[in-house]
């Protein structure tokens, strides 16, 4: 029987969203090779948007801790939230998908092919959203110092370092996509 829900939001249990996870997992390991790479290169893309966006609101400001770091970090989620309404395939989020494989709902084969398959596509994406940038001249100002201070300072990360954040960075967009 149909639940009526007065709040009109959509509360689960744990479980109930494991579960969901899990079904994801599975449907995503079944996409057909184009329509993997397609929504793959989207999720670059989205990511992209939520990456300059960080950047233009970054831009001309104390890049240290802060209000407007903290205002950085609320705008950049706007790639993440460009990926989930949009349906978009993300390599961090698809990390979720060794639930499916721990219960043996996918293989190993599929899983990996799905990571290998949505991280090149997430690459294709970044970077087509890149040189279309590039191309309409937004990095010979402010914009692309900013960018430029930024990649410049993840480059100097020593490599430990740069890997828990990685790793802390991958926590939470599948904490944000459970």
């Given amino acids: 029987m149909l639940e009526i829900n007065p709040t009109g939001l959509d509360a689960y249990k ?3 969203i494991a579960e969901q996870v899990e079904s994801s997992g599975v449907a995503k ?3 057909p090779i184009v329509r993997l790479l397609i929504l793959a290169m989207l999720a670059g893309a989205f990511i992209g948007l939520g990456a300059a966006a960080y950047t233009m609101v970054m831009t001309g400001v104390d890049a240290g801790f802060g209000p407007a770091r903290f205002l950085g ?12 309404v949009g349906g978009a395939e993300l390599f961090t989020g698809n990390a979720l998908m060794v639930m499916a494989a721990v219960d043996r709902l996918i293989k190993p ?3 990996v092919r799905n990571w290998i398959l949505v991280y090149i596509g997430n ?20 914009f692309g110092a900013t ?10 990360l020593p490599w430990h370092e740069a890997l828990v954040r990685g790793i802390l960075c991958n926590v939470l967009v599948c904490l944000a996509v459970w």
Avoid: N
């Fill in 14 to 16: 744990p479980s109930q």
């Fill in 29 to 31: 390991a079944k996409l």
């Fill in 73 to 84: 970090g609320i705008v950049f989620s706007l790639g993440l939230i460009l990926v989930i």
């Fill in 109 to 111: 084969s599929e899983l």
């Fill in 123 to 142: 690459f294709i994406g970044a970077v087509g959203l890149a040189v279309a940038f590039a191309l309409t001249g937004i990095f010979d100002g402010a």
């Fill in 147 to 156: 960018a430029v201070a930024i990649a410049k300072a993840k480059v100097a």
